[in-house]
C-alpha cells in the first residue's frame, strides 16, 4: 500500500463494519473477543497506527445512540424509550432522545444533528408526512439505521424493521370477542392508510372474514378524546355493535371514559372493549381494561441488544423480525378478576 492505511482499509480487510473497528480501537467490551482478534490481526498486516489523540478530537461523543420517536407523549413510546436506554447503558452506550410529535421536518432536523454529533447508529420510529424525513441523509451516512414499532414506505427507507406482531395481536382479540359471544365488532381508532393501522387491523379483518361476519372500521386520530367521542357515536348510529377492537389503549381508555359518561356498562353484560398495547394504565382502569400486550419493556431491550451486536460485530438484522404478542384478559372484555 502506497498510503498509510485507514479505519476504513482495517475494516475492508477484516471484513468488519467501520463502526467495528472503532469499538475494537477503543476496546468496547460490546465486540466479541474473535472480532476483536480478528481487526488487530488486520491492523498488524496492514501496519495501521492508531492515533488516539487525532481520534478524541473526531469522536468526542463516542458511545451515543440516537433515539428517535414520533410521540413520547404516549406511554407506549415512553415506555419503550425507557427500557431501550437502560439496555444500551449496560453495553456502554448512551441514548439521545429526541421527540418529533409526528412531524418529518422535525426529524429531519434531529437526524442531521445526531448524524453532525456521530452517533454510532440510529433507532427510529418515524413519522408520517410530506418530506423525506431525514432517511437520504441516513443513507449516505450509511449508520446503522433500526425502524421500530413503525415503518415508512421500504423504497423511501430501506432499512430493517422491528415491532411486534401487530396483526397476530389484532387477530387474537377478535377471536377472543367472539369467543365472548360477540358478533357485531368495531375496529376503532388509526388513521387510514398508514402502515402501522393496517397492521393492527389485518388481523381483526382475517378473524371476522373466518367467521363469516361483516367488518365495521371506524378510523380516527388515536387519541383519548376520539375514544370518549366515539362512545356517543356508537350509541347514535351503531347500537347493534357489542364490542370493539381499539387501534391503542388510548382510544380504549377514552371509550371506556365515554361509556361511563353516558351510564353504559362496559364488560360481559354490556359493550366489550379490548386495547392494544397494554400500557400500565390498563390494569387499574375501571373496570380494567383487556389489551393487547406487546411487552413493549422486553422488546426496548430486545432492540438494544440488537442495535449493539450491529454496531460491535457488523451483523444488521433480518430485514424484519416480529416480537410475539398475548392477551391480557380482564373485565372489559368479560373476564372476572383472578
Not at 498486516?45 to 461523543?61: F, I, P
Not at 427500557?83 to 409526528?102: C, I, P, R
Not at 360481559?268 to 379490548?274: C, K, P, Q
Request: hydrophobic content about 40%; overall charge negative.
Amino acid at each position: 500500500m502506497d498510503r498509510r492505511p485507514t479505519i476504513i482499509d482495517v475494516a475492508r480487510h477484516s471484513g468488519v463494519s467501520k463502526s467495528t473497528v472503532s469499538l475494537v480501537l477503543q476496546n468496547s467490551p460490546t465486540v466479541k473477543e474473535e472480532t476483536r482478534v480478528q481487526v488487530r490481526a488486520s491492523m498488524a498486516e496492514l501496519g495501521y497506527v492508531y492515533n488516539r489523540a487525532a481520534a478524541t478530537l473526531r469522536s468526542a461523543t463516542t458511545g451515543l445512540v440516537g433515539l428517535v420517536i414520533n410521540d413520547l407523549k404516549n406511554p407506549f413510546f415512553a415506555e419503550f424509550a425507557a427500557s431501550l436506554q437502560m439496555k444500551l447503558s449496560e453495553g456502554g452506550f448512551a441514548a439521545v432522545v429526541a421527540n418529533t410529535d409526528e412531524d418529518p421536518g422535525v426529524q429531519s432536523q434531529v437526524v442531521g444533528a445526531m448524524i453532525e454529533h456521530g452517533v454510532a447508529a440510529i433507532i427510529l420510529s418515524p413519522a408520517y408526512g410530506e418530506g423525506d424525513g431525514g432517511f437520504e441523509a441516513i443513507k449516505r451516512s450509511g449508520i446503522p439505521t433500526l425502524q421500530v414499532l413503525r415503518r415508512v414506505d421500504s423504497d423511501q427507507c430501506p432499512f430493517p424493521f422491528a415491532s411486534p406482531d401487530y396483526q397476530e395481536g389484532s387477530r387474537a382479540a377478535t377471536e377472543h370477542l367472539l369467543q365472548t359471544g360477540a358478533r357485531r365488532i368495531a375496529f376503532a381508532g388509526g388513521l387510514p392508510d398508514r402502515p402501522v393501522t393496517i397492521r393492527r387491523m389485518q388481523g381483526y379483518r382475517d378473524a371476522l372474514a373466518a367467521a363469516d361476519l361483516p367488518e365495521l372500521i371506524l378510523t380516527g386520530r388515536s387519541t383519548r378524546m376520539f375514544g370518549r367521542d366515539l362512545a356517543d357515536r356508537l350509541a347514535r348510529e351503531y347500537a347493534d355493535v357489542d364490542a370493539v377492537v381499539c387501534f391503542n389503549d388510548l382510544v380504549a381508555l377514552g371509550l371506556l371514559t365515554g361509556c361511563q359518561q353516558s351510564g353504559r356498562v362496559v364488560g360481559a353484560d354490556g359493550l366489550r372493549i379490548m386495547g392494544f398495547d397494554d400500557i400500565e394504565e390498563c390494569a387499574h382502569a375501571w373496570p380494567p381494561l383487556s389489551s393487547v400486550r406487546c411487552d413493549i419493556a422486553s422488546f426496548g431491550e430486545q432492540v438494544a441488544d440488537v442495535i449493539l451486536r450491529w454496531i460491535g460485530e457488523g451483523t444488521a438484522p433480518d430485514p424484519e423480525w416480529l416480537s410475539p404478542v398475548s392477551l391480557a384478559l380482564r373485565a372489559s372484555t368479560g373476564v372476572p378478576p383472578a
